[in-house]
């Protein structure tokens, strides 16, 4: 089946430093996702990607969707506390078809 | 918030018995799904459903079962619990978008912790 790796598997950062992560696979996709979870809860969506090369950014995070449609990244600025978490990458291939989780990231900020 | 909950909350069960779990949503979407995440693995899809009585496996379904006689409800039973299945499992929901560029978004219950010793 389809595989996603996601790294780092962990990061841990100083309050106000800039994160990045990313997300490979061996096969392509048509949308990436990511999600983050916060402690003793399910993921949220963060940002959705629809297009190769597509860039897209939702307040301190940009996420880009990479021209091969084999990996994906996702870059938060200026990291506060409340950024800690877990974030997962996604990738899927249809509108209506359930989706392919990478393993997580997780990130602590030190303040 | 989209109206997933999840029952039970936590639960602690002993070696080969069943147990269910139970998913319950307000909003009416067509599919369903059951993940469940453990360390270092993320969140693998177990099953789905795409509408009542439609399901379907995931890749990590052996031991699992699941049954939807109503939309709103998704019930997943271990028919006998093994300490491998000790995890914490989460339901999400979501509505197919069948316009290009639209994202078929999964919401998310808060999860039940389950332990079986």
């Known amino acids: 089946g389809q595989q996603l790796n996601q790294s780092p598997q962990s990061m841990f950062i100083q309050e106000g430093e800039d994160v990045s992560m990313n997300c490979t696979s061996s096969?392509?996709?048509?949308?990436w996702l990511w999600y983050k979870q916060d402690p003793g809860e399910g993921p949220v969506l963060l940002i959705a990607?629809?297009?190769?090369?597509e860039l897209t950014s939702n307040g301190r995070l940009t996420a880009q969707f990479g021209i091969t449609r084999k990996d994906s990244f996702l870059n938060i600025s200026a990291s506060i506390p409340s950024d800690v978490g877990i974030y997962f990458c996604?990738?899927?291939?249809?509108?209506?078809?359930?989706?392919?989780f990478g393993d997580g990231t997780t990130l602590t900020v030190k303040p | 918030d989209a109206g997933i909950t999840q029952s039970p909350r936590h639960k602690v069960t002993e070696t080969g018995t069943p147990v269910t779990l139970r998913c319950h949503q307000t909003?009416?979407?067509?599919?369903m799904y059951w993940y469940r995440q453990d360390p270092g693995h993320g969140l693998r899809l177990i099953h789905y459903s795409y509408g009542v009585k439609d399901t379907d496996k995931g890749e990590v379904s052996d031991g699992y079962s699941v049954s939807r006689s109503k939309t709103e409800d998704f019930l997943l039973t271990l028919e006998s619990a093994t300490s491998s299945q000790t995890s914490v499992y989460f339901c999400?929901?979501?509505?197919?978008?069948?316009?290009?560029?639209?994202?078929?978004?999964?919401?998310f219950g808060p999860g039940t912790r389950l332990t079986v010793l």
């Open positions: 909003e009416n979407h067509r599919y």
């Open positions: 096969s392509i996709f048509n949308t």
């Open positions: 996604a990738g899927l291939n249809t509108n209506a078809g359930k989706s392919t």
């Open positions: 990607l629809y297009k190769a090369g």
């Open positions: 999400a929901i979501s509505e197919p978008l069948m316009r290009q560029g639209m994202v078929n978004e999964q919401f």
